[in-house]
């Protein structure tokens, strides 16, 4: 467990300023360590584990930060589609790997206006993209 100080707390916010974040990855280990470093009042963290649970997500409800493992996007090109299509209309979309190199790097930035974060995801880098999401909401 995380120390309060070793938490991504954000600035408290109208409950209208909360955000759904989406952590997409085979790995549940990404969405235990994201949850736990997020904060319950402002955001509520879903999990999909396939390209399918993505999208089963996305129609359910407004999703502000989708947190998705290059290796789901590469599977399904209707997934890369549609968190392009999502990403130009304000979903704030930060593409990670287990297999950082500068190949995998250029393949996430060619799927438009994304962040793209080698794991294991930090602290600092994990802050700076919640803070840009909300931002980018209100």
């Given amino acids: 467990m995380l120390s309060s100080s070793q938490r991504v707390w954000m600035p408290r916010v109208a409950s209208r300023d909360t955000g759904n974040l989406l952590v ?22 879903a999990y999909a584990e396939s390209a399918d649970g993505v999208m089963q997500v996305l129609r359910r409800g407004e999703v502000r930060l989708a947190i998705v493992d290059l290796a789901m996007v590469d599977a399904s090109p209707f997934l ?59």
Avoid at 30 to 41: G, K, S
């Fill in 24 to 45: 997409a990855d085979a790995d549940p280990s990404t969405f235990m360590m994201v949850r736990q470093l997020t904060a319950p009042d402002v955001w509520q963290v």
């Fill in 80 to 138: 890369a589609e549609e968190l392009l299509a999502r990403s130009r209309r304000g979903l704030c979309v930060v593409l990670t790997t287990d297999e950082h190199n500068e190949a995998n790097e250029r393949r996430a930035r060619t799927l438009g206006p994304v962040f793209y974060a080698p794991k294991p995801l930090n602290i600092a880098v994990l802050n700076h993209v919640l803070n840009g999401a909300l931002e980018k909401a209100v």
